[in-house]
C-alpha cells in the first residue's frame, strides 16, 4: 500500500469517527491518531489531514453534490463507511486545491470499498463518484467552487443497490 493509500485509510477512519459520534474530538486526539497510524511519516500525515479537514471544511457542499447525484438513495440511508468514502473522493476531485485524477480518486476509493464496505460497496462507490467526475467541468476542479449541482436531486427510495 503506498503512503498516500494508507493515509487515505486513515482519513476514511477519521470521516467515520467524526460521522458515527456526535461528540467532536479534540484536534490533538485526531492529529495523535493520524501520526500513529502513519508512523509519524509526516508527509502522509499532511496528506491524511488535509483530506479530512478538507472534507469537514466542505462537507455542506459535498453532501448536496452526493445526494443530487444518488439517485434515490438519502445520505443517512447509505452505509457509513460508503457516504465517507463518497466524500472523501469527492473533496479530491472537485474540492482539492491540488485534485486528484479523478480515475486515480474513484479507484483508491472502490479499493477502500473492497476492505471496508460490504460486497456492494465497490460498484456503488465506483458508480456515483465516477457520476460526479463526468459532471465537473476541467475548471471547477481546486478552486473551492465546485460544479453546479443538478437542479433538484430525486426523491429518496426505499434503501436498495444505487
Given amino acids: 500500500m503506498t503512503r498516500r493509500s494508507r493515509a487515505r485509510e ?10 458515527q459520534n456526535p461528540k467532536p474530538v479534540p484536534r490533538p486526539a485526531v492529529e495523535r491518531f ?32 452526493i ?3 444518488a439517485e434515490n438513495w438519502r445520505l443517512t440511508r447509505m452505509m457509513p463507511v460508503d457516504r465517507n468514502l463518497l466524500r472523501l473522493g469527492a473533496f479530491e476531485t472537485l474540492y482539492a486545491a491540488d485534485p486528484t485524477p479523478a ?15 460490504s460486497v456492494d460497496s465497490p460498484a456503488f462507490v465506483n458508480g456515483i463518484l465516477d457520476k460526479l467526475a463526468k459532471a465537473r467541468k476541467p475548471d ?3 478552486t473551492g467552487t465546485p460544479p453546479p449541482a443538478a437542479a433538484d436531486p430525486a426523491p429518496a427510495g426505499p434503501a436498495g443497490p444505487g
Fill in 140 to 142: 471547477d476542479a481546486g
Fill in 67 to 69: 445526494a443530487a447525484t
Fill in 10 to 19: 486513515v482519513a476514511l477512519q477519521l470521516l467515520f469517527q467524526m460521522d
Fill in 34 to 65: 493520524a501520526r500513529d497510524r502513519l508512523l509519524r511519516d509526516e508527509t502522509a500525515v499532511a496528506f491524511c489531514l488535509a483530506l479530512y479537514d478538507g472534507v469537514l471544511a466542505n462537507r455542506g457542499e459535498i453532501d448536496k453534490r
Fill in 103 to 117: 480515475a486515480v480518486a474513484i479507484d483508491e476509493a472502490v479499493e477502500l470499498a473492497r476492505r471496508f464496505g
